[in-house]
């Protein structure tokens, strides 16, 4: 247990668990569909506060559901003590903690509930909190989970080998493709992390089994995908979850000639969107931003951004209008001209005599 005298310091652990003192009880909470490093870095926030010797119980919460392969095995290999709820009520003298999102995007708990955090904890580029008691938002660093398992090495607490595998892993996920660029503090945490995972876990993550609904939406996807130039366009006329739209739009930025990427596919009757872009081309969260201004919000990180249309969609699918809007204001957001002509990714295999 550690003293309450230990949060008078000036690191920013202490002023974080400092802002905690005086509640009852703390909820973490994740944005929807958690992904690991939400998963990892509110897993973190929560053993922080319990070995802290603050009061009170801690609880881990998100919404919606996990859906991508990777994600889904890494919780049945890790089982990290998290709630996957459809809506939150947060009891008097409950200090909330918002982690890996920012305030006032609809894809997490506290915004849907008019909810204000005590404490945000991000990565991301453009997030606001300046009327939130503590804020700790470093778009310099690789992952929201490098924050984390900062505040536990300064309060030397030790992660076991369960959380820092998820940490590691989070940290690993969030720099797929082109978001490569590591902090001192980023190569100064792997290294930390490295020394307490489990190598055999991260890989048995890194290769979960997959399912056939993984492969017919990835079909479909590359079928429905066209190049503008430099610039990708896909649209996926029905995808079993949100997480194929991020696996596409990470497969496709790898294509031979392809520097900028927009994948989209309606989810109930919202449409779902990722962006990414190579190391030296535009800011995939701007061009995310530019694309849906006015119709739908979306941010991100230098290279990888995603976005969302909310009840738009009719029928569960994209009809010609929608996809025309898309693809015009995508063209536009890369500078292209509407009338740039498109060919698909896929050509037919010539038949076979």
């Not at 009891?91 to 849907?112: F, I, S, Y």
């Not at 991301?124 to 984390?148: G, Y």
């Not at 590691?168 to 945490?189: F, N, P, V």
Request: with cysteine.
């Amino acid at each position: 247990m550690m003293l309450k005298s230990q949060f008078r310091s000036t690191s920013r652990s202490s002023r974080f668990l400092s802002t905690l003192e005086g509640h009852d009880r703390f909820y973490v909470v994740m944005h929807d569909n958690p992904d690991p490093d939400a998963i990892a870095t509110g897993w973190a926030i929560k053993v922080l506060i319990e070995e802290s010797g603050l009061p009170g119980p801690v609880r881990l919460l998100g919404g919606g559901a996990i859906v991508r392969a990777e994600n889904r095995h890494m919780v049945e290999l890790l089982m990290p003590p998290i709630q996957l709820v459809n809506c939150i009520q947060v009891p008097e003298n409950t200090a909330t903690v918002l982690v890996d999102c920012g305030l006032g995007t609809t894809n997490q708990l506290l915004t849907r509930a008019a909810i204000q955090p005590v404490a945000v904890i991000d990565h991301h580029e453009n997030v606001e909190a300046a009327n939130v008691p503590f804020h700790d938002i470093r778009p310099a660093l690789a992952a929201s989970s490098t924050i984390a398992a900062s505040y536990l090495r300064e309060q030397h607490v030790e992660p076991g080998v369960r959380l820092a595998t998820a940490l590691l892993y989070a940290i690993h996920t969030e720099t797929r493709g082109t978001e490569t660029q590591y902090s001192r503090l980023d190569r100064s945490i792997l290294l930390w992390l490295t020394k307490r995972a489990d190598p055999a876990l991260v890989a048995e993550i890194e290769n979960a089994p997959l399912s056939r609904s993984y492969f017919r939406d990835l079909t479909l996807a590359m079928q429905n995908t066209r190049l503008y130039g430099d610039a990708a366009l896909c649209l996926l006329p029905q995808a079993s979850g949100a997480e194929i739209v991020g696996e596409v739009a990470d497969l496709l930025i790898r294509g031979e000639g392809i520097r900028r990427v927009l994948c989209a596919a309606v989810i109930g009757a919202d449409v779902i969107l990722s962006a990414r872009t190579e190391r030296d081309a535009e800011n995939a969260a701007q061009l995310i931003v530019r694309t849906l201004r006015g119709i739908g919000g979306g941010g991100g990180h230098e290279h990888r951004a995603g976005g969302k249309i909310s009840d738009i969609a009719r029928g569960g699918r994209f009809d010609d209008y929608l996809q025309t809007v898309l693809k015009n204001r995508w063209l536009d957001a890369c500078d292209l001209p509407a009338n740039t002509p498109g060919v698909w990714l896929v050509e037919e295999a010539p038949a076979k005599r």
